[in-house]
T-cell receptor
Framework: QQQVKQSPQSLIVQKGGIPIINCAYE??????FPWYQQFPGKGPALLIA?????SEKKEGRFTISFNKSAKQFSLHIMDSQPGDSATYFC?????????????FGTGTRLTIIP | NAGVMQNPRHLVRRRGQEARLRCSPM?????VYWYRQLPEEGLKFMVY????????ESGMPKERFSAEFPKEGPSILRIQQVVRGDSAAYFC?????????????FGEGSRLTVL
């Protein structure tokens, strides 16, 4: 019940395309859903996050879509660039848990080809 | 304005030796989390500490692994009698709050290789 399932495992998209990464969760106590971006040899860094009171959040070229009834959320990257090539992790947490013990998906390795 | 500092960045140990990984949280942060990332896998929670207290160690193996966050100095993750399966990247993260209301700030990781 604590799992977050992420797909696809890897994704190759042409520059300018819109990669979409999907995540699903079971635990209805989750109410905070961040996405982290990780470049090779670096630590993950927060990209964008959403709470279930909204169905969509945009920050620059990055958009999270959230479907509470389906317990699914996804990351869309508009006008993708080669510099977006990285591994993306979705995660989930509950504000009532009393900590920041994020549960991470298994990651999606994204490659944007010129 | 230093971020989360981890050292060493790379560590090589032979089976049976001890590994000590250090983490200094961001200034003003009093909550530290350790995560392990195996090759081609996501990050798995290991332990959550506040100063001088282990709050949640549910993700940490019961044997050979220990963690501390003393009143003074960095948090330390200690792995005794390392085995090949301990080879992984160990990430430390810190946060200013403990209530699921904000982000985790990650260090660049310590990559342990066990020969």
């Amino acid at each position: 019940q604590q799992q977050v399932k992420q797909s696809p495992q890897s994704l190759i998209v042409q520059k300018g395309g819109i990669p979409i990464i999907n995540c699903a969760y079971e635990n209805t106590a989750f109410d905070y859903f961040p996405w982290y971006q990780q470049f090779p040899g670096k630590g993950p860094a927060l990209l964008i996050a959403i709470r279930p009171d909204v169905s969509e959040k945009k920050e620059g070229r990055f958009t999270i879509s959230f479907n509470k009834s389906a317990k699914q959320f996804s990351l869309h990257i508009m006008d993708s660039q080669p510099g977006d090539s990285a591994t993306y992790f979705c995660a989930a947490d509950g504000s009532n848990f009393g900590n920041e013990k994020l549960t991470f998906g298994t990651g999606t390795r994204l490659t944007i080809i010129p | 304005n230093a971020g989360v500092m981890q050292n060493p960045r790379h560590l090589v140990r032979r089976r049976g030796q001890e590994a000590r990984l250090r983490c200094s949280p961001m200034k003003g942060h009093s909550h530290v989390y350790w995560y392990r990332q195996l090759p081609e896998e996501g990050l798995k929670f290991m332990v959550y500490l506040q100063k001088e207290n282990i709050i949640d160690e549910s993700g940490m193996p019961k044997e050979r692994f220990s963690a501390e966050f003393p009143k003074e100095g960095p948090s330390i993750l200690r792995i005794q009698q390392v085995v090949r399966g301990d080879s992984a990247a160990y990430f430390c993260a810190s946060s200013p709050l403990g209530g699921g209301t904000g982000e985790l700030f990650f260090g660049e990781g310590s990559r342990l290789t066990v020969l």
